[in-house]
């Protein structure tokens, strides 16, 4: 069954410092790999999917993300980030049904 | 609607009570998630369907949950003889499945917080 995993519950970074989040994923085939951000008091957004082809997906909000099959991981990344960006991450798979990781919480430093 | 409609938004009940959660997703989309959020922690897949096939119910934590889906729209998500820990919030949430090879965006509903006291 596919699965999904990210090893940090909490990161803090400073505005305008670069940002990671990884997200290691357990599937037999090439899965269908997703980002979500739920912001305090919001609902879950969609910031950028994997399908197919180049391994590096742009989202919104200026987020990317690369898929390393080898890996089997889409860590997802932001150049510089803004105290906005302040969330809860979820990377999710999804083939026959969607299945979530535990979550990530962001905190951004002045 | 617009978008997924969840009712109610906020419910508050005695343990040993049942309760009913529903979702309306958005018109045409055949697949649905219930997940559930406690507080500080991840989305926990509760049950999906998917068009006319049999729901998968792997996710349920124990038989005092079920959910039924309705003419392949609206879904209730039941839960009997409620307890404190089921204390979370219920999120419901749709998308277009294009065929078995995977899933589109999911849209997600503003979800149900139930409280068991």
């Known amino acids: 069954a596919q699965s999904v995993t990210q090893p940090d519950i909490h990161i803090t970074v400073s505005e305008g410092a670069s940002l990671e989040l990884r997200c290691n994923y357990s599937?037999?085939?090439?899965?269908?790999l997703f980002w979500y951000v739920q912001s305090p008091g919001q609902g879950l957004q969609l910031l950028l999917k994997?399908?197919?082809?180049?391994?590096l997906v742009q989202g919104i909000k200026g987020f990317e993300a690369e898929f390393k099959r080898s890996q089997s991981s889409f860590n997802l990344r932001k150049p510089s980030v803004h105290w906005s960006d302040a969330a809860e991450y979820f990377c999710?798979?999804?083939?026959?049904?969607?299945?979530f990781g535990a979550g990530t919480r962001l905190t951004v430093k002045p | 609607g617009a978008g997924v409609s969840q009712s109610p938004s906020n419910k508050v009940t005695e343990k040993g009570k049942d309760v009913e959660l529903r979702c309306d997703p958005i018109?045409?989309?055949?697949?649905l998630y219930w997940y559930r959020q406690s507080l500080g922690q991840g989305l926990e897949f509760l049950i999906y369907f998917q068009g006319n096939s049999a729901p998968d119910k792997s996710g349920l934590p124990s038989d005092r949950f079920s959910a039924e889906r309705t003419g392949g729209s609206v879904s209730t998500l039941t839960i009997q003889r409620t307890q404190q820990e089921d204390s979370a919030v219920y999120l419901c949430?749709?998308?277009?499945?294009?065929?078995?090879?995977?899933?589109?965006?999911?849209?997600f509903g503003s979800g149900t917080q139930l409280s068991v006291l």
């Open positions: 949430a749709s998308s277009v499945t294009r065929d078995r090879e995977g899933d589109e965006k999911l849209f």
């Open positions: 999710a798979v999804g083939v026959g049904g969607m299945r």
């Open positions: 994997y399908f197919s082809g180049d391994t």
């Open positions: 599937y037999g085939a090439t899965p269908y």
């Open positions: 018109s045409g989309h055949t697949a």
